[in-house]
């Protein structure tokens, strides 16, 4: 079983659809980071988070340290949405806090 | 302004020439960090460093070399590429503590015929 998971693996919305892509985790963690990657393209950090929600235009992530979950959501989509949004954890070791990689979601916003 | 590069970003090679990918980050961070990322897999760990002349292996560390000379340097060395080292590279960094934002470099795609 893989210690980041997520859900769904693939997902196509129509322009304007509310989005959500979730993240569990088995693992003790320190943080949780959402990034994205645009086919072809770089990864970029959208939020690091350790507690509670933040919210960056129409972007907004939550966590639930007790449930081992966490939630992206896009609201109003739009077709620049469209690339794979990866969740990683920050999970504390003896020496160092290794991030482990979820499988990323890959998402596809249709006009 | 902030960032991580990567060169070159693209690169096909033969099978046994040695290659370096250089990365470079301007943000004083500890700890650098190499990635692939292949189809199906995701990206996984090559090797990682905490600080200079500090580096150790990641998950899949075979066929690859590092080194830390300087903070702000992290290459990554293919001292006899296979075709199986063809993939997308990332460098990545953040500062040590919990509260460091991951960023990454652009990538480097890698073809070994």
């Known amino acids: 079983k893989n210690e980041v998971e997520q859900s769904p693996q693939n997902l196509t919305a129509q322009e304007g659809e509310f989005i959500t892509i979730n993240c569990s985790y088995s693992v003790g963690i320190s943080a949780l980071h959402w990034l994205q990657q645009h086919p072809g393209g770089g990864i970029v950090s959208l939020f690091m988070l350790s507690s509670g929600k933040k919210k960056h235009g129409r972007l907004i992530a939550t966590i639930n340290i007790q449930e081992k979950h966490s939630s992206l959501h896009i609201t109003a989509s739009h077709p620049r949405d469209s690339a794979v949004y990866i969740c990683?954890?920050?999970?504390?070791?003896?020496?160092?806090?290794?991030?482990?990689f979820g499988p990323g979601t890959s998402l596809s916003v249709i006009p | 302004e902030a960032q991580v590069t990567q060169n070159p970003r693209y690169l096909i090679t033969v099978t046994g020439k040695k290659l370096t990918v250089t990365c470079s980050q301007n943000?004083?961070?500890?700890?650098m960090s190499w990635y692939r990322q292949d189809p199906g897999l995701g990206l996984r760990q090559i090797y990682y460093s905490m600080n200079v002349e500090v580096t150790d292996k990641g998950d899949v560390p075979e066929g690859y070399k590092v080194s830390r000379k300087e903070k702000r340097n992290f290459p990554l060395i293919l001292e006899s590429p296979s075709p199986n080292q063809t993939s997308l590279y990332f460098c990545a960094s953040r500062f040590r503590g919990q509260a460091g934002e991951l960023f990454f470099g652009e990538g480097s795609r890698l073809t070994v015929l």
């Open positions: 943000m004083n961070h500890e700890y």
């Open positions: 990683a954890v920050l999970a504390p070791g003896t020496s160092y806090d290794k991030v482990i």
